[in-house]
């Protein structure tokens, strides 16, 4: 998260997933699907990599906010360690073909908007101490929503005119 916010609203944060998404969405349609499966746009990982990471986040947070809503314990890593989290996702979804990495890409956000879409505002600024490590429920969604759109999003720009200046 390159940037500190320290409060959404629900408006707020729903305009931000969209437009982070939108954004996304508009890098990606540069891209042809050769492109998509080159190494190197985060470390060895492709853009088909890279899209596959964000559905299992996204995947993650629609079961963990599932249990929270209904008054379980999410079961979230613990130790809650993101680069051992991120690096057993990959080895879950490094060999998946680019077609059902993109499907799943796009399911997985219509699942997550439609879940962020149904919150209240009240369960959006809940904070769970003792089983969300992200803090109010907001920060959850952002993190696996609007704020690794952008990450990722910066990640793939970079790589593309890296690859524009070496032709």
């Given at each position: 998260?390159?940037?500190?916010?320290?409060h959404l609203t629900k408006p707020e944060l729903l305009q931000r997933i969209r437009d982070e998404r939108r954004?996304?969405?508009?890098?990606?349609?540069?891209?042809?699907?050769?492109?998509?499966?080159?190494?190197?746009?985060?470390?060895?990982?492709?853009?088909?990599?890279?899209?596959?990471?964000?559905?299992?986040?996204?995947?993650?947070?629609?079961?963990?906010?599932?249990?929270?809503?209904?008054?379980?314990?999410?079961?979230?890593?613990?130790?809650?360690?993101?680069?051992?989290?991120?690096?057993?996702?990959?080895?879950?979804?490094?060999?998946?073909?680019?077609?059902?990495?993109?499907?799943?890409?796009?399911?997985?956000?219509?699942?997550?908007?439609?879940?962020?879409?149904?919150?209240?505002?009240?369960?959006?600024?809940?904070?769970?101490?003792?089983?969300?490590?992200?803090?109010?429920?907001?920060?959850?969604?952002?993190?696996?929503?609007?704020?690794h759109y952008k990450e990722h999003r910066e990640d793939i720009e970079k790589w593309l005119e890296k690859n524009?200046?070496?032709?």
């Open positions: 998260m390159s940037e500190k916010i320290d954004a996304l969405e508009k890098v990606l349609a540069r891209l042809t699907h050769p492109q998509m499966l080159l190494p190197g746009v985060d470390g060895e990982w492709s853009v088909k990599d890279v899209l596959a990471h964000i559905s299992a986040w996204e995947r993650n947070m629609l079961r963990w906010t599932g249990s929270l809503l209904r008054g379980q314990p999410p079961a979230t890593p613990d130790p809650w360690d993101v680069e051992r989290i991120n690096a057993a996702i990959h080895a879950q979804v490094k060999d998946r073909p680019l077609a059902e990495a993109l499907e799943e890409f796009r399911e997985s956000y219509r699942a997550a908007l439609a879940l962020a879409e149904s919150l209240t505002e009240k369960q959006l600024q809940t904070e769970y101490p003792s089983t969300w490590p992200m803090g109010p429920l907001w920060l959850g969604v952002a993190a696996n929503m609007n704020f524009r200046q070496k032709k």
